[in-house]
T-cell receptor, first 116, second 111 residues
Framework: EAGVTQFPSHSVIEKGQTVTLRCDPISGHDNLYWYRRVMGKEIKFLLHFVKESKQDESGMPNNRFLAERTGGTYSTLKVQPAELEDSGVYFC??????????????FGPGTRLTVL | GNSVTQMEGPVTLSEEAFLTINCTYTATGYPSLFWYVQYPGEGLQLLLKATKADDKGSNKGFEATYRKETTSFHLEKGSVQVSDSAVYFCALGNTGNQFYFGTGTSLTVIP
Protein backbone atom coordinates (compact mmCIF):
# COMPACT_ATOMS: atom_id res chain seq x y z
CA GLU A 1 0.00 0.00 0.00
CA ALA A 2 1.43 3.36 -1.01
CA GLY A 3 1.88 5.84 1.79
CA VAL A 4 0.94 9.49 1.99
CA THR A 5 2.80 11.48 -0.63
CA GLN A 6 3.46 15.19 -0.78
CA PHE A 7 4.69 17.45 -3.53
CA PRO A 8 6.97 19.27 -3.79
CA SER A 9 9.48 18.11 -1.21
CA HIS A 10 11.04 21.57 -1.10
CA SER A 11 9.90 24.98 -2.27
CA VAL A 12 11.77 28.26 -2.11
CA ILE A 13 9.78 31.37 -2.98
CA GLU A 14 9.97 35.07 -2.41
CA LYS A 15 7.73 37.00 -0.11
CA GLY A 16 4.52 37.93 -1.86
CA GLN A 17 4.53 34.97 -4.23
CA THR A 18 2.04 32.12 -4.26
CA VAL A 19 2.79 28.50 -3.51
CA THR A 20 0.56 25.44 -3.74
CA LEU A 21 1.35 22.29 -1.83
CA ARG A 22 -0.19 18.97 -2.73
CA CYS A 23 -1.00 15.92 -0.65
CA ASP A 24 -2.13 12.51 -1.85
CA PRO A 25 -3.50 10.46 1.06
CA ILE A 26 -3.51 6.72 1.32
CA SER A 27 -6.18 5.30 -0.95
CA GLY A 28 -9.46 4.82 0.87
CA HIS A 29 -8.64 7.22 3.69
CA ASP A 30 -11.50 9.68 4.05
CA ASN A 31 -9.75 11.77 6.68
CA LEU A 32 -7.00 14.12 5.64
CA TYR A 33 -5.10 16.50 7.91
CA TRP A 34 -2.63 19.31 7.40
CA TYR A 35 -0.04 20.21 10.03
CA ARG A 36 2.87 22.62 10.11
CA ARG A 37 6.17 22.72 11.96
CA VAL A 38 7.74 26.15 12.13
CA MET A 39 11.39 26.81 13.09
CA GLY A 40 11.95 23.55 14.97
CA LYS A 41 8.93 24.11 17.17
CA GLU A 42 6.05 21.74 17.75
CA ILE A 43 4.01 20.33 14.91
CA LYS A 44 0.72 22.22 14.87
CA PHE A 45 -2.63 21.25 13.43
CA LEU A 46 -3.97 23.34 10.57
CA LEU A 47 -7.13 21.62 9.39
CA HIS A 48 -9.01 18.37 8.87
CA PHE A 49 -11.04 17.16 5.90
CA VAL A 50 -13.57 14.38 5.89
CA LYS A 51 -13.82 13.48 2.23
CA GLU A 52 -14.20 16.85 0.52
CA SER A 53 -15.66 18.70 3.51
CA LYS A 54 -13.67 20.79 5.98
CA GLN A 55 -14.39 19.28 9.38
CA ASP A 56 -12.16 21.54 11.42
CA GLU A 57 -10.08 24.45 10.20
CA SER A 58 -9.43 26.01 13.59
CA GLY A 59 -5.66 25.86 13.12
CA MET A 60 -5.47 27.83 9.88
CA PRO A 61 -3.38 30.90 10.73
CA ASN A 62 -5.12 33.44 8.51
CA ASN A 63 -6.97 33.94 5.25
CA ARG A 64 -3.80 33.77 3.19
CA PHE A 65 -4.08 30.00 3.53
CA LEU A 66 -6.62 28.10 1.43
CA ALA A 67 -7.05 24.35 1.54
CA GLU A 68 -9.14 22.32 -0.85
CA ARG A 69 -9.94 18.70 -1.40
CA THR A 70 -12.01 18.47 -4.52
CA GLY A 71 -13.53 15.06 -5.06
CA GLY A 72 -12.37 13.88 -1.69
CA THR A 73 -9.07 12.52 -2.97
CA TYR A 74 -5.94 14.66 -3.02
CA SER A 75 -5.72 18.00 -1.25
CA THR A 76 -3.97 21.26 -1.97
CA LEU A 77 -2.86 23.96 0.41
CA LYS A 78 -2.29 27.34 -1.19
CA VAL A 79 -0.49 30.20 0.47
CA GLN A 80 -1.15 33.56 -1.18
CA PRO A 81 0.65 35.85 -0.71
CA ALA A 82 3.41 34.12 1.19
CA GLU A 83 5.07 35.86 4.14
CA LEU A 84 8.40 35.16 5.84
CA GLU A 85 6.70 33.59 8.86
CA ASP A 86 5.08 30.96 6.65
CA SER A 87 8.41 29.18 6.30
CA GLY A 88 8.39 25.71 7.81
CA VAL A 89 7.61 22.11 7.08
CA TYR A 90 4.05 21.29 6.08
CA PHE A 91 2.92 17.78 6.85
CA CYS A 92 -0.09 15.97 5.53
CA UNK A 93 -1.63 12.98 7.26
CA UNK A 94 -4.52 10.66 6.56
CA UNK A 95 -6.56 8.09 8.40
CA UNK A 96 -9.33 5.70 7.50
CA UNK A 97 -11.44 6.69 10.46
CA UNK A 98 -11.25 9.83 12.57
CA UNK A 99 -7.99 10.16 14.41
CA UNK A 100 -9.28 11.17 17.78
CA UNK A 101 -7.88 9.41 20.79
CA UNK A 102 -7.14 5.93 19.57
CA UNK A 103 -6.29 5.90 15.94
CA UNK A 104 -3.03 6.39 14.16
CA UNK A 105 -2.65 9.11 11.58
CA UNK A 106 -0.33 8.23 8.69
CA PHE A 107 2.01 11.05 7.77
CA GLY A 108 3.71 12.08 4.59
CA PRO A 109 7.35 13.22 4.34
CA GLY A 110 6.41 16.88 4.44
CA THR A 111 7.05 19.86 2.19
CA ARG A 112 9.77 22.23 3.34
CA LEU A 113 8.72 25.78 2.44
CA THR A 114 11.21 28.61 2.57
CA VAL A 115 9.99 32.16 2.03
CA LEU A 116 12.76 34.67 1.33
CA GLY B 1 -6.49 22.42 27.13
CA ASN B 2 -4.25 19.85 25.54
CA SER B 3 -0.49 20.20 25.26
CA VAL B 4 2.70 18.18 25.19
CA THR B 5 6.05 19.17 26.63
CA GLN B 6 9.02 17.27 25.34
CA MET B 7 12.66 17.14 26.33
CA GLU B 8 14.79 19.58 24.40
CA GLY B 9 17.47 18.27 22.12
CA PRO B 10 19.63 17.57 20.40
CA VAL B 11 20.74 14.40 22.10
CA THR B 12 23.96 12.65 21.15
CA LEU B 13 24.68 9.16 22.45
CA SER B 14 27.23 6.47 21.80
CA GLU B 15 26.04 3.19 20.35
CA GLU B 16 24.64 0.82 22.99
CA ALA B 17 23.93 3.65 25.42
CA PHE B 18 20.61 3.92 27.29
CA LEU B 19 18.11 6.41 25.92
CA THR B 20 15.42 8.37 27.73
CA ILE B 21 13.43 11.14 26.10
CA ASN B 22 11.05 12.81 28.51
CA CYS B 23 7.49 13.70 27.59
CA THR B 24 4.79 15.16 29.82
CA TYR B 25 1.31 16.20 28.85
CA THR B 26 -1.67 18.26 29.87
CA ALA B 27 -5.12 17.07 28.88
CA THR B 28 -8.70 16.77 29.98
CA GLY B 29 -10.39 13.43 29.89
CA TYR B 30 -8.64 10.30 28.69
CA PRO B 31 -6.21 10.98 25.88
CA SER B 32 -4.16 8.48 23.92
CA LEU B 33 -0.43 8.99 23.70
CA PHE B 34 1.92 8.33 20.81
CA TRP B 35 5.56 8.45 19.88
CA TYR B 36 6.30 9.20 16.24
CA VAL B 37 9.75 9.02 14.65
CA GLN B 38 11.04 10.84 11.61
CA TYR B 39 14.09 9.33 9.95
CA PRO B 40 16.10 11.58 7.61
CA GLY B 41 14.22 12.26 4.39
CA GLU B 42 11.13 10.35 5.47
CA GLY B 43 7.72 11.10 6.92
CA LEU B 44 6.58 10.66 10.49
CA GLN B 45 6.11 7.02 11.41
CA LEU B 46 4.24 5.74 14.40
CA LEU B 47 6.73 4.16 16.78
CA LEU B 48 4.40 3.14 19.58
CA LYS B 49 1.22 4.15 21.34
CA ALA B 50 -0.74 3.69 24.56
CA THR B 51 -4.45 4.32 24.90
CA LYS B 52 -5.04 4.20 28.64
CA ALA B 53 -3.28 4.68 31.95
CA ASP B 54 -0.60 2.10 32.81
CA ASP B 55 -0.51 0.79 29.24
CA LYS B 56 2.98 0.18 27.90
CA GLY B 57 3.64 0.69 24.24
CA SER B 58 6.64 -1.03 22.71
CA ASN B 59 8.25 -1.44 19.31
CA LYS B 60 11.77 -2.00 17.94
CA GLY B 61 13.21 -2.11 21.45
CA PHE B 62 11.61 1.19 22.43
CA GLU B 63 9.14 1.40 25.31
CA ALA B 64 6.94 4.03 26.91
CA THR B 65 4.47 3.71 29.78
CA TYR B 66 1.38 5.91 30.10
CA ARG B 67 1.61 7.35 33.63
CA LYS B 68 -1.53 9.25 34.58
CA GLU B 69 -0.28 10.12 38.06
CA THR B 70 2.74 11.94 36.66
CA THR B 71 1.14 12.85 33.29
CA SER B 72 4.14 11.38 31.53
CA PHE B 73 4.98 9.14 28.59
CA HIS B 74 8.77 8.91 28.56
CA LEU B 75 10.45 7.05 25.72
CA GLU B 76 13.20 4.57 26.61
CA LYS B 77 15.52 2.17 24.86
CA GLY B 78 18.10 0.06 26.58
CA SER B 79 20.73 0.03 23.84
CA VAL B 80 20.58 2.47 20.95
CA GLN B 81 21.98 1.83 17.50
CA VAL B 82 23.26 4.18 14.83
CA SER B 83 20.10 3.42 12.86
CA ASP B 84 18.01 4.98 15.67
CA SER B 85 19.30 8.42 14.74
CA ALA B 86 16.15 10.41 13.97
CA VAL B 87 13.79 13.04 15.35
CA TYR B 88 11.30 11.74 17.92
CA PHE B 89 7.94 13.39 18.55
CA CYS B 90 5.63 12.80 21.47
CA ALA B 91 1.95 13.32 20.58
CA LEU B 92 -1.45 13.31 22.24
CA GLY B 93 -4.81 12.50 20.76
CA ASN B 94 -7.97 13.51 22.55
CA THR B 95 -11.58 14.27 21.72
CA GLY B 96 -11.65 15.99 18.38
CA ASN B 97 -9.48 14.91 15.51
CA GLN B 98 -6.25 16.81 15.81
CA PHE B 99 -3.10 15.53 17.40
CA TYR B 100 -1.01 17.69 19.72
CA PHE B 101 2.74 17.33 19.32
CA GLY B 102 5.81 18.18 21.30
CA THR B 103 8.70 20.10 19.77
CA GLY B 104 10.60 16.99 18.74
CA THR B 105 13.92 15.65 20.02
CA SER B 106 16.75 15.06 17.60
CA LEU B 107 18.81 11.98 18.45
CA THR B 108 22.20 11.23 16.96
CA VAL B 109 23.88 7.93 17.79
CA ILE B 110 27.58 7.73 17.09
CA PRO B 111 29.47 4.46 16.61
Amino acid sequence: EAGVTQFPSHSVIEKGQTVTLRCDPISGHDNLYWYRRVMGKEIKFLLHFVKESKQDESGMPNNRFLAERTGGTYSTLKVQPAELEDSGVYFCASSRIPGSSYNEQFFGPGTRLTVL
Amino acid sequence: GNSVTQMEGPVTLSEEAFLTINCTYTATGYPSLFWYVQYPGEGLQLLLKATKADDKGSNKGFEATYRKETTSFHLEKGSVQVSDSAVYFCALGNTGNQFYFGTGTSLTVIP
